[in-house]
């Protein structure tokens, strides 16, 4: 079923449709905290099962306002919490089942049940840490709600984005238009991870955040009601005090469930005793793609190799690598710095590849490129091309005119991405990468064949404010190359090579032997 949409309130919703419905409900009409209460008191409240159902309960204020319109509507629920040994989740929310006077139950996991939690979570959603982190929370409390035979469960999801809980909304310019942004990513990051773990359990998910009229409600309320100096969701707050909500509960600063439950932690753990420094090359023990298969075009660069992990994270099977080797250096389509590498790639992974020659003509060169997809989708049975285009129209134009004659579908996972957030997402993300070439104002050679960290990526945004360039290097100015990861089996290593400079700000780095090592 995921393949191709998520059911949700019984209808099979895809990303596509999902992101028109997010549009359709924008509107210009202003809205209040007494409308607010009003539709949050109606969205709980019609949504109430006629049988005993469960509430995802970490003691934050969405799920205790979510148990207190509940109580006040005399249903019959219990509230479950879980979390290992001293997780704050666990005695907020015993605080907070206190306060309001309802049934809690709560298990304290060991890291033995974290393990066996994890491992199915990531078979289910795939290797994503922040996808299994919540998603382990959410399937260990349904587990304990076995025991109750409760299969109907509330759920806060959407909260944070109505009403502008995260980090980024309160460092946005325009904190709606974030709000908007982030309800639309909710499909990958969210629902890709929670109706999956549903499905598998049997049980049912109700989100009431995510009722089309409330919000419409919440959107309508000016961005500066909902973050001040101290709090996110400032107005949802003042609303779920003036609803009933002891203030201690409704004004409670929460983490992360992943982080409030200690399943972060766990799985820092749970790595490091299974010999990984890292969770998602631990994760990776897991990985049993249940999506279809896809060809992921490869270059060797750092953004084709982020698109493909980035789609192995969604649960996808990557049946092979396909790679265009140019003979022309100024191809419009191909990488071809370093492109001799995507082989020591495909060892290092264990991801087959096919490789394929073309003159680089411009146009013609695409004829070759579809005869590599065409025959990767004949080899390999593929049914979807991955590309790592992030701002290329003319790439993503033609590699999409390709795929749709071959009958193929196309993902391009970093399309458009912030690329200051990408760039620190991808060094901080355990892989490695070095630049092979550089061409721009504020680089040199000493940038070439050196791991590229979380302190470069901060000098890449300096040199930006102060001449402009692209940070990830989409105009050119750089090229780059993957050395390590944790889809890697084994670490590139560069055992011989030499830089060629051209000028101070021209240079390209000439591998001349490589060899494959025990990976970090």
């Not at 109430?48 to 509507?73: R, Y």
């Not at 355990?430 to 000493?446: H, P, Q």
Request: net charge positive; with cysteine.
């Amino acid at each position: 079923m995921f393949k191709s949409g998520i059911l949700i309130g019984g209808e099979l919703i895809s990303e596509d449709k999902w992101n028109r419905h997010i549009d359709s409900l924008k509107t210009s009409v202003k809205s209040g905290k007494k409308e607010l209460k009003e539709k949050l008191v109606e969205f709980v409240s019609k949504r109430i099962p006629k049988k005993k159902f469960g509430i995802f309960f970490s003691g934050g204020v969405d799920s205790s306002l979510i148990a207190l319109i509940c109580k006040q509507q005399k249903a019959d629920f219990v509230c479950y919490a879980v979390g290992i040994e001293g997780a704050s989740d666990i005695e907020a929310a015993k605080k907070a089942a206190k306060l309001i006077g309802i049934n809690l139950r709560y298990r304290i996991i060991s890291l033995k049940e974290a393990e066996k939690a994890v491992k199915n979570v990531t078979e289910i959603v795939g290797p994503d840490v922040m996808k299994v982190g919540v998603g382990a929370v959410v399937y260990l409390a349904a587990e304990i709600a076995k025991k109750d035979k409760i299969k109907t469960f509330f759920s806060g999801l959407g909260s944070e984005e109505i009403f502008a809980g995260y980090e980024r909304h309160s460092k946005s310019e325009d904190i709606n238009e974030e709000c908007w942004k982030g309800l639309k990513s909710m499909y990958q990051r969210d629902f890709m991870r929670d109706f999956p773990i549903a499905e598998e359990l049997k049980i049912e998910i109700l989100t009431p955040f995510l009722d089309s009229d409330l919000i419409k409600t919440a959107m309508q309320i000016p961005g500066e009601q909902k973050i001040s100096k101290e709090h996110k969701k400032v107005v949802l707050r003042e609303a779920a005090e003036e609803i009933g909500l002891a203030k201690e509960i409704a004004w409670r600063k929460k983490k992360a469930a992943q982080y409030g439950s200690g399943l972060q932690k766990a799985m820092r753990r749970l790595a490091k005793k299974s010999g990984f420094k890292m969770i998602p090359r631990y994760l990776f023990k897991f990985y049993k793609p249940r999506n279809m298969r896809l060809g992921a075009l490869v270059s060797s660069g750092k953004d084709s190799m982020y698109a493909m992990y980035t789609m192995m994270k969604r649960n996808y099977e990557i049946g092979c690598m396909i790679t265009l080797r140019s003979e022309n250096l100024d191809s419009f389509m191909f990488h071809t710095a370093a492109i001799e590498m995507a082989e020591m790639q495909s060892k290092a992974t264990g991801i087959p590849i096919l490789e394929h020659s073309t003159k680089g003509e411009k146009e013609k060169e695409l004829k070759d490129l579809k005869d590599a997809i065409e025959k990767a989708k004949k080899q390999y049975k593929i049914k979807g091309i991955v590309t790592g285009a992030l701002h290329s129209q003319y790439q993503k134009e033609r590699i999409e005119k390709i795929a749709k004659e071959l009958g193929l579908e196309i993902f391009s996972p970093l399309w458009h991405v912030n690329q200051e957030k990408y760039m620190r997402d991808l060094t901080s993300s355990g892989f490695k990468f070095i630049l092979t070439k550089i061409s721009a104002e504020g680089l040199d050679k000493s940038w070439l064949n050196r791991v590229i960290t979380e302190k470069d990526v901060e000098k890449l945004v300096e040199i930006d404010r102060k001449i402009g360039i692209n940070i990830a290097f989409e105009g050119g100015e750089a090229e780059s190359l993957m050395i390590d990861g944790p889809i890697f089996k084994k670490a590139i290593q560069i055992t011989d090579s030499e830089i060629d400079e051209e000028s101070k700000i021209i240079a390209t780095l000439k591998i001349k032997k490589a060899e494959l090592v025990k990976t970090s």
